[in-house]
């Protein structure tokens, strides 16, 4: 299964994590703190800006359609204007958004349906490229 | 059906009104002779038909002919006179006239005819519009049902590709919280199926056509979900999946579960221990048929001794008949395991 122990550089990391759909968000919570990262959970876009402007955040990972006027694209857009240095993956089902989440404003796209283990992958890559 | 008579000499316009009685039995002639009449009657009543001079000394019959094309282009007008000439005949014709018939008791039948010509005309002309009107009309709601059937099918895949993520999703969770190992490991390899199905029903909806799946797309999801699930094997992963294959969702959901069982055998069993080791899957062309070859430099087995009843060989099989492809096994102890499977007729985009 996933691997067993964390990167030791993940243990400071801090994760935003974006996603409507309460299962899969507890689910992939639970799977990156297993793997050493701190997570830091939003349902929506507006949770999600509040968390940013309240906490320190390395890396924010988001769906990109959730119900509210945002979505994960619109959000992407907002860390790249005002946090420049927060590297943004979005996760879609949706080919199509790929091709906008491969714009300047995000650094990675992960295709939905994944298995949690595959998001720590991703995750994990992009930690190591900073 | 009113029929405008414009004349004015009432001689005239009666010889008119007795050609048309013969012609059109049900008509109600109206004889106008000045520009008020026919002003009123053109606002209070749609003409069915018109019949003018061309003289007339409170206006000309272009006038009239204009002014009533303006209300009604369909309804058609013939000028009877005496008075005209063949360019006025020709201009006439340019603005829309329908006729042009000279005022003398031996054209008496000419105008009859022209009358009956005339509105057989506008009738006919009317009738195609309308048809035509209802076959764009027709057509509009035809394109109208198509788009709401193709919204509905694709929410439908939609909501299947959802709700096989949540079973996949739950089945996860629990796998994350049981103590038992072999039950972790059951449950674990249950939400991976789920997951291998919910990644066919995914790539449906990438395509234009809800009816076909982009296997190609599908193989590879397959595998990188796989190597992200068993990241702590040593296995090195070769992917050279450069052919075509497009193919109905009825063969791809089969297809997949299948190419799942023999990868995520490969995972679970070629390399006891962490030993290292590779494995290629390959997907190419033969001729019409598309070719997915999975082998592994593992540990193999030996075939004589694997019976050929266990559940796994069983599902294999009858996948891979719903499926329409052809099995190839190969292994042997410490030489590895290859399989080939021939997917007949598989598609190309």
């Not at chain 2, 030993?275 to 190419?284: D, E, F, N």
Request: aromatic share 4%; with cysteine; glycine share 6%.
């Amino acid at each position: 299964m996933t691997s067993g122990v964390p990167a030791v550089s993940a243990r400071s990391t801090s994760v935003l994590l974006v996603e409507d759909e309460a299962l899969i968000r507890v689910l992939l919570a639970e799977e990156l703190t297993d793997a050493g990262f701190l997570v830091v959970e939003a349902a929506n876009v507006d949770q999600a800006l509040e968390q940013l402007q309240a906490t320190h955040v390395d890396l924010v990972v988001t769906d990109v359609r959730m119900p509210g006027d945002k979505d994960g694209l619109d959000l992407a857009a907002w860390v790249h204007a005002h946090c420049p240095a927060v590297p943004v993956m979005v996760m879609s089902g949706y080919v199509h958004e790929a091709v906008v989440a491969g714009s300047a404003t995000c650094i990675g796209f992960i295709r939905k349906p994944f298995m949690p283990a595959e998001l720590v992958d991703r995750v994990r890559a992009v930690m190591r490229l900073l | 059906m009113r029929v405008l008579v414009i004349d004015d000499n009432p001689d005239d316009r009666a010889l008119v009104v007795s050609q048309i009685r013969p012609e059109f039995p049900d008509a109600v002639p109206v004889e106008l002779a000045d520009m008020d009449g026919f002003r009123r009657e053109l606002a209070e009543h749609r003409p069915g038909l018109v019949i003018t001079d061309y003289n007339l000394r409170w206006g000309s019959g272009m006038d009239i002919l204009d002014q009533v094309k303006a209300v009604d282009p369909d309804c058609p007008v013939v000028m009877f006179t005496g008075t005209g000439s063949e360019e006025i005949a020709v201009e006439a014709m340019k603005r829309g006239l329908n006729d042009y018939v000279i005022k003398s008791p031996r054209q008496l039948p000419r105008l009859r005819a022209s009358l009956r010509q005339v509105v057989e005309n506008a009738k006919r002309r009317i009738d195609l519009r309308r048809a035509q009107e209802q076959l764009v009309e027709r057509e509009r709601e035809l394109e109208e049902a198509l788009a709401h059937k193709d919204l509905v099918l694709r929410e439908l895949h939609h909501r299947v590709k959802n709700n096989l993520q949540t079973i996949n999703s739950l089945l996860w969770m629990r796998a994350r919280r049981a103590q038992n190992p072999q039950l972790k490991a059951d449950l674990n390899e249950m939400a991976q199926r789920m997951l291998a199905l919910a990644q066919v029903q995914a790539r449906i909806l990438d395509e234009e056509r809800l009816d076909l799946v982009d296997f190609r797309a599908v193989l590879d999801d397959m595998i990188s979900s796989l190597a992200s699930v068993y990241a702590d094997s040593h296995i090195r992963i070769h992917r050279d999946l450069e052919g075509e294959l497009m193919l109905p969702v009825a063969r791809a959901m089969p297809l997949g579960l299948m190419c799942y069982e023999i990868l995520l055998n490969c995972f679970k069993h070629a390399f006891p221990d962490h030993q290292p080791g590779h494995l290629a899957v390959r997907l190419c062309r033969a001729g019409e048929h598309a070719e997915i070859s999975i082998s592994d430099d593992g540990i193999g087995y030996d075939e004589d001794t694997v019976s050929g009843g266990g559940m796994g060989t069983r599902l294999i099989r009858d996948l891979a008949c719903e499926a329409n492809v052809q099995v190839e096994r190969l292994s042997r102890p410490n030489d590895g395991t290859s399989i080939t499977l021939r997917v007949l007729h598989g598609g190309r985009s």
